[in-house]
């Protein structure tokens, strides 16, 4: 039960895919499928969302370190549940769309969910540039290669590569840096690319075939199966 | 190199803001560039500062560029240009607000062109986030900008569905199994843009705006090169370079970032100049870009002047 | 606490105060709801430079801010996908009562039952959260796992291997009409012949020893060595040009970020 | 809209369709050409005739079953009126009525002028149809002729995509067959992996240090193959800090991931003979949302000050904020993604890097599983066939344009028929 069932269940949902690719009829059970998976990501979010409760409550209760802090966060979870799950706050009532404009739950998206988020993510400029100061160096033959290219796109992206080398004349147009970055960019960038793409490709190719053979089951836990 | 190099747009500029901030940028670079020619490690907050400024600096003191459309940018601006209008379009936002600095002045382009031409658009989102700002935008461009437009008529918003590719699975073949009804439980076959439209199959364009999983790489896979409409694409710029693999053949056009924003833009407010005041924020954010591209690569020299000397200090030891 | 640490609050809790008190009388002219506007303002901004106060070290509000974030972002998915998809697409095909409750079209089908499956897969998921049960939730699992599996097999193989392959076949000599023609017509233009040439050479051997630098049951001796040290350079180039790119996109979130700053929380600019 | 295959091969169609108008018994008719049938549908408004404007019919309209689906579509084609012009046309645009088992004519869509074909995915098996377009005109509408009935018919099998099912059982076979040699005991070979070595090196500081271990799997679940892959190489290092008795942490962003990291580090305990060392504290899911796991995995990295990071799994833009908040601490890295946009960010901050398909490698080759070893054989045809298609077709490709060779240009079309579904 514990292992052969989940093995019998990833083999015929994943021939039903695969098969439902070249078999038209089975067309209509490939996409129940579908909707199944999106139903069951939903309950995916809900287990998230237990998962996290479970750790801050714990935390609380054997009054970890830090343990103060996940006041708020069970503060945050449990006031945009109620936001969102119960829709309070949203002027439409329960048939109106969960985001409607004006609603609590949109109202905490835009004043809390988007500055977090958004500046979490914006720390990212401040990361790349000290990077390129501490990290991007020339250290070998290969890291002075990635070093070239990257300027060479990094000036070519910006009007200041036109300001620079716009007066190279038309026969020799290849050598202006924004004509050189596009060049790069459209050439090696996307032999690179097509290189990795095809690897990583085959990889998922064989890792499917092997999950549902029954080959790989690391997912399932249980490394001696 | 920096004042040398800005000296140019500097004559036209007589703002006393822009020329105080980039001399103290330059000379702030000066100083790091001394102490690393005497080998003393830089703080990484002081860094951190310098591109803050070089950020901060031209947003209050705008710098401004123009910009031309590349082929690939203008090969889906083309497309929405040459679609008699009517054509039924989707749009995908596909992103969070994390990435919307980057995505949403073309999201904002491609939805203006597009209800400008009188194209049918339909929105939607396979991200949870992407629904809260959808509203956002449509609130903002389409119901601000195009109010004679009505809602199922003229657009319709799909909002967002869980289950990332598997929405993409179905909708490909059937709209309705996946969206019954539309963001405002409005049953789709009570609206008119949907009496035409049974799948993806039906659309004239699909434009998918992303730059995440699921994002453009899961459209080509589940529906571009499975109906053979054509796609095109904005995208974060960091995913740009890895989607080229699909261009011109599974994917008709690409914007890479806030740049494919600013020429989408430059494009459109040429066409149709009275969009211009409607805001060019592509264009605008080209100016912070500049300068803290400058800085960044300025540091990228300093970093690697510093890292010779070191080693040469080392090889004479 | 520390009397350093108590300052540092007092002051943060004061200037919080007072952005509230500046935004509330600028909005007062325009909102109805002036005090909550601007409290909900101050209170972004407040959020925002608490996560960029990092930057400099970690801190009590860069936890506030943490905490705060991974509690809303949970509960703002569990909403979402419950309206949107159990709302959505579940209850209208299982109970005509329940679609009544939630005012969504009921869509009566003689095989709605089956949607009992994702219920059923779907509360097995939860049984994770307890340990003696948590071996049920293999069995969704299993079913996440088959349907990834089989939809990626057929798509990445067509997309990523069957298109690709042939999308390489580029001409090596383009537009060629005699060598003659190609030395007359010799540049060094951007859209010339030459230049396209080049390119497509670049792609061609790029393309090849990019995939021998992936080989691995092979030793990479002799030409194949050579080959594959080719391809590592094809593959800097590559990342390189990513970074180069990638430089562009991060900086634009932070001109959103200040853009906010300045325009929204302190009004510098319009 | 998708391009079917009578508009690119009229002749060949009219041919058929030729012959299932006379023989409508034979093989099941799929294609119905229009017929002089004379309809009667209230076009007619009350305008005087000389103020109408009466445009011309359409023409050669053929409805014929949509090849290689479950029955459930209908393709039309036509020749536009011939008063449908690109400049001052008087064709404002077309209807299309469908007639379904004789009944009445049911208006299904309406379409812009320019238009010359339709797809009717409304249609079911069993039943039998007919059509007629008429053209429109700012107040009149001119019906074509009507087509014979046809009925929509279901295929089994896609031979559109026979090449992608062939080239499937022929990776698919070449994947299992040395996976199976493999489980026979042969030894397959996998070349040295730049990086690997740094493993237990970086291990061993951690121990001199002091420090605890930080290992993070990625952001994706455990349906990525870059999770399992991390994982398999978490199981090898868990495996030298058991025996180093050093601290491990690792926060993980998905609750599956979670129980299977905490059974992988388990099992490795076991193997080195310390079960009783091993605590489930070591693994802790902290949440899905990926920048509050960065927020909290940044706040790990500068409270904990782990002497050694493996960021190896799929990362998005949370690479470079983890390896530079991960450098700030002074901690060697070692980093592994498939995903290429964040490999150059990786390159730059990271001490070692995984590249791609190396990390599966390294998965491969440290654990030495045969399934694994077998696979990485396996995926190493693939590349071949796609390195030999390269070759063959860029070569013909070259020549064949080069210098117009048209048995050369033939290898090359059919190559493209192989490699291509579009």
Redesign the interface.
């Known amino acids: 039960m514990k292992r052969q069932v989940p093995i019998i269940i990833t083999f015929l949902i994943g021939m039903i895919m695969i098969f439902s690719f070249f078999i038209p009829p089975l067309e209509g059970l490939e996409q129940t499928c579908s909707l199944f998976f999106d139903v069951i990501a939903v309950f995916a979010f809900f287990l998230g969302g237990g998962n996290l409760m479970r750790i801050h409550v714990n935390k609380l209760r054997r009054r970890k370190k830090d343990w103060g802090f996940s006041i708020v966060t069970l503060g945050g979870f449990f006031i945009m549940l109620a936001a969102g799950l119960l829709k309070i706050g949203n002027p439409g009532g329960i048939a109106a769309s969960p985001t409607t404009e004006g609603s609590l739950l949109q109202e905490i998206f835009t004043y809390v969910f988007l500055p977090l988020q958004s500046t979490m993510y914006a720390l990212l400029a401040f990361f790349v540039a000290s990077a390129s100061y501490r990290a991007f160096r020339a250290k070998n033959r290969e890291a002075t290669i990635l070093l070239i290219a990257a300027f060479v796109i990094l000036l070519g992206r910006t009007p200041f590569g036109m300001l620079l080398t716009g007066w190279i004349p038309e026969s020799f147009s290849v050598l202006q840096v924004p004509n050189m970055a596009i060049w790069i960019m459209n050439s090696p960038n996307l032999a690179g690319q097509r290189a990795i793409m095809i690897g990583i490709g085959l990889g998922v190719i064989s890792m499917s075939l092997r999950l549902i053979l029954g080959i790989e089951r690391t997912y399932l836990g249980d490394e001696s199966a | 190199m920096l004042d040398a190099a800005f000296s140019i747009p500097l004559v036209a500029l007589s703002d006393i803001g822009r020329v105080i901030s980039l001399m103290f940028i330059g000379a702030g670079l000066l100083w790091i560039l001394i102490r690393s020619l005497r080998a003393k490690e830089v703080d990484r907050r002081i860094v951190f500062l310098f591109i803050f400024i070089a950020v901060a600096a031209p947003i209050l003191f705008p710098i401004t560029f123009q910009e031309r459309a590349t082929l690939i940018v203008r090969k889906v601006f083309d497309k929405v240009e040459s679609l008699p209008a009517g054509s039924k379009v989707l749009l995908a936002f596909d992103f969070d607000p994390a990435m919307a600095p980057e995505v949403q002045p073309m999201a904002d382009a491609i939805s203006r062109h597009c209800l400008t031409k009188g194209h049918n658009v339909i929105f939607m989102t396979l991200w949870a986030t992407g629904q809260a700002l959808l509203t956002q935008s449509l609130e903002r461009v389409v119901k601000g900008e195009f109010p004679e437009n009505r809602d199922g008529v003229d657009y319709i918003n799909l909002g967002f569905k869980a289950g990332n590719e598997n929405v993409l699975n179905i909708i490909v073949t059937d709209f309705r199994m996946m969206f019954p009804t539309d963001v405002n439980g409005v049953p789709l076959d009570s609206t008119s843009i949907f009496d035409d439209v049974r799948s993806c199959k039906d659309l004239d364009l699909i434009i998918s705006i992303g730059g995440g999983k699921p994002g453009v790489k899961e459209w080509v896979l589940y529906v571009g090169d499975r109906v053979n409409v054509p796609m095109g694409a904005g995208v974060a710029a960091v995913v740009a370079p890895q989607l080229y693999p699909y261009y011109p053949k599974q994917l008709l056009g690409l914007l890479g970032g806030v740049k494919g924003a600013a020429e989408y833009e430059s494009e459109l407010v040429r066409q149709y100049p009275h969009l211009e005041e409607r805001g060019t924020p592509g264009l605008r954010m080209m100016g912070p870009q500049t300068l803290a591209h400058m800085v960044i690569m300025a540091f990228i020299v300093i970093g690697n002047i510093s890292f010779f000397i070191s080693r040469r200090r080392e090889r004479k030891r | 606490m520390r009397r350093s640490t108590i300052i540092v609050m007092a002051m943060v809790f004061g200037l919080f105060i007072l952005s509230w008190i500046f935004r509330s009388t600028s909005l007062a002219s325009v909102q109805e709801h002036y005090l909550i506007g601007g409290l909900k303002v101050t209170f972004s901004a407040f959020l925002t430079l608490a996560i960029l106060s990092f930057l400099y070290k970690d801190n009590p509000f860069y936890k506030f801010a943490e905490h705060l974030f991974v509690g809303i972002s949970a509960a703002f998915w569990m909403s979402m996908g419950f309206w949107t998809t159990i709302v959505g697409n579940l209850i209208p095909r299982l109970s005509r009562s329940l679609s009544e409750f939630f005012q969504v079209p009921y869509q009566p089908g003689s095989y709605n039952f089956v949607y009992f499956i994702p219920v059923i897969l779907g509360i097995m998921l939860l049984m994770r959260l307890s340990s003696k049960y948590g071996w049920f939730a293999r069995w969704p699992l299993a079913f996440i796992v088959g349907t990834f599996a089989g939809l990626n097999f057929v798509r990445y193989l067509r997309s990523d291997f069957i298109e690709q392959v042939s999308a390489t076949f580029v001409p090596l000599l383009v537009n060629w009409q005699g060598v003659g023609h190609f030395i007359s017509n010799f540049s060094l233009s951007a859209s010339g012949q030459f230049v396209a040439i080049v390119g497509n050479w670049v792609i061609f051997l790029g393309v090849i020893c990019g995939i021998i630098y992936f080989f691995f049951s092979k030793e990479h001796k002799g030409a194949f060595g050579a080959a594959s040290r080719v391809g590592i350079w094809i593959l800097m180039i590559t990342f390189g040009a990513s970074f180069g790119y990638t430089v562009m996109g991060r900086i634009s979130l932070l001109v959103g970020r200040i853009t906010f700053l300045f325009r929204d929380w302190l009004n510098l600019i319009s | 809209?998708?391009?079917h295959p009578m508009t690119s091969r009229p002749l060949y169609f009219i041919i058929l369709s030729f012959l299932f108008t006379f023989f409508p018994s034979c093989g099941g008719s799929s294609i119905a050409l229009a017929q002089a049938e004379p309809i009667d549908i209230a076009t007619t408004q009350m305008i005087p005739d000389s103020e109408q404007v009466v445009v011309e019919p359409v023409t050669s309209l053929i409805a014929a079953d949509h090849k290689?689906?479950?029955g459930g579509m209908i393709d039309l084609s036509w020749v536009p009126s011939i008063d449908d012009q690109l400049v001052a046309s008087r064709v404002i645009g077309y209807k299309v009525y469908r007639i379904e088992d004789e009944g009445e004519p049911e208006m299904i869509?309406?379409l812009?002028?320019?238009s010359n074909t339709y797809?009717d995915?409304?249609v079911e098996r069993g039943k039998l149809y007919s059509y007629f377009v008429s053209t429109l005109s700012i107040n009149a509408e001119t019906p074509s002729v009507r087509t014979a009935p046809i009925e929509p018919q279901?295929?089994?099998?896609?031979y559109e995509?026979l090449?992608?099912?062939i080239?499937?059982l022929v990776?698919?076979g070449a994947?299992?067959y040395f996976?199976e040699t493999a489980r026979r005991g042969k030894k397959?070979?996998?070349?040295k992996i730049a990086g690997l070595e740094a493993v237990d090196e970086a291990i061993g500081r951690a121990t001199e240090m002091g420090r605890p271990i930080l290992f993070i799997p990625g952001i994706l679940?455990?349906?990525d193959?870059q999770t399992?892959a991390a994982?398999?190489i978490l199981?090898r290092v868990a495996r030298i800090i058991a025996d180093y008795d050093t601290k491990i942490f690792m926060p993980v962003s998905r609750?599956?991931v979670?129980?299977?990291g905490r059974?992988?580090i388990k099992?490795s305990y076991q193997a080195a003979g310390r079960p009783d060392a091993y605590s489930d504290d070591m693994v802790?899911?902290?949440?899905?949302?990926?920048?509050?796991y960065?927020?909290?995995v940044?706040?790990i990295m500068?409270?904990e000050k782990p002497a050694t990071c493996f960021l190896l799994g799929a990362f998005?833009?949370e690479s470079?904020?983890l390896?530079?908040?991960g450098?700030?601490v002074g901690a060697i890295q070692i980093a592994g993604t498939?995903r290429?946009?964040q490999?150059?960010?990786f390159?730059?901050?990271c001490d070692f890097t995984l590249?791609?398909?190396?990390l599966?490698?390294a998965s491969?080759y440290l654990s030495g599983e045969p399934?694994q070893m077998g696979?990485?054989?396996?995926?190493?045809v693939?590349?071949a066939i796609?390195?030999a298609?390269?070759?063959i077709?860029?070569l013909t490709?070259?020549i064949g344009?080069?210098?117009n060779v048209e048995w050369i240009q033939n290898i090359?079309t059919g190559?493209?028929d192989?490699?291509?579904?579009?």
Request: proline share 2%; glycine share 8%; hydrophobic share 50%.
């Open positions: 809209m998708s391009s290689y689906d479950d869509s309406e812009a002028p320019g797809n995915q409304s279901r295929e089994w099998l896609n995509l090449n992608v099912l080239m499937a990776l698919g994947v299992i996976i397959l070979f996998v070349r679940d455990m349906d193959v399992l994982l398999t199981g609750s599956l979670m129980t299977a059974e992988t099992a802790t899911y902290i949440t899905d949302e990926q920048f509050g960065v927020a909290a940044d706040g500068v409270r998005f833009a470079l904020i390896a530079e908040t450098n700030s498939a290429p946009a490999l150059p960010f390159i730059a901050a590249i791609g398909e190396e599966f490698a491969a399934k696979s990485l054989k396996g995926q190493d693939g590349k796609a390195m298609a390269i070759l077709g860029i490709v070259t344009d080069a210098w090359t190559l493209v192989v490699f291509s579904t579009r």
